[in-house]
Each structure stands twice: as C-alpha cells, then as structure tokens.
C-alpha cells in the first residue's frame, strides 16, 4: 500500500490549490479516506473525509464551504480543492486510508498560504 501526495505549494490568501493522493495496492473507493494537516507546534487534525462505497463528506467546521474532497475510482486518486485559502490553512497535508482493518499514512505535502 502507499499514498503519495501532490500538489502542495506557496499560495496568496485567497488563493485555489488542489491536492492529490495517488493510492497504489488497494482500491480507494473500498476504503475510508481522508485529508489531515499539522501546523507547526499544532497537533494533526482531520480536515476532511470521504466514505467507500457511496462517498459521503464530512469536513472540518473551518473548512466548510471552502475545501472539497473527492476521488476518482479509475485514477485510483483523492483529491483535496482548496478555495479562499488563508494564512492559517498553512500546514503538512497528509493522505488517509484505512482499508483492510489497517491505517495508511503519506508522507505529506506542504501548503503555505502568504502575501
């Protein structure tokens, strides 16, 4: 199994990013998946998160309405659209997968959100 993420980058705030995690050795759509991030001096948290199967979303209150998660089952990819970025979404994004009974981790991707 492995995720790997892309995507990250230094944004304006206000800004659009997308990221992506390309998952290789299960089926994304069979597994819960989701987006965390770590600011510096902060714990991880779960910014957003998508179901197997049918695909329900549930995001963090402080990203509602600006962040979207979603995945492409032939791509076997997650993706993560940033809008109205600000400076405090700046953080490591880091891919989720659990599948199997077992937890996957990426090795992150950094965003930074600065004039």
């Known amino acids: 199994v492995q995720l790997v993420e892309s995507g990250g980058g230094l944004v304006q705030p206000g800004g659009s990013l997308r990221l992506s995690c390309a998952a290789s050795?299960?089926?994304?759509?069979?597994?819960?998946m989701r987006w965390y991030r770590q600011a510096p001096g902060k714990a991880r948290e779960m910014v957003a998160g998508i179901t197997s199967g049918g695909g329900s979303t549930n995001y963090a209150d402080s990203v509602k309405g600006r962040f979207t998660i979603s995945r492409d089952n032939a791509k076997n990819t997650m993706y993560l659209q940033m809008n109205s970025l600000k400076p405090e979404d700046t953080a490591v994004y880091f891919c989720?997968?659990?599948?199997?009974?077992?937890?996957?981790w990426g090795l992150g991707t950094q965003v930074t959100v600065s004039s």
């Open positions: 989720f997968a659990f599948t199997s009974g077992r937890s996957y």
């Open positions: 050795g299960f089926t994304l759509n069979l597994s819960v």
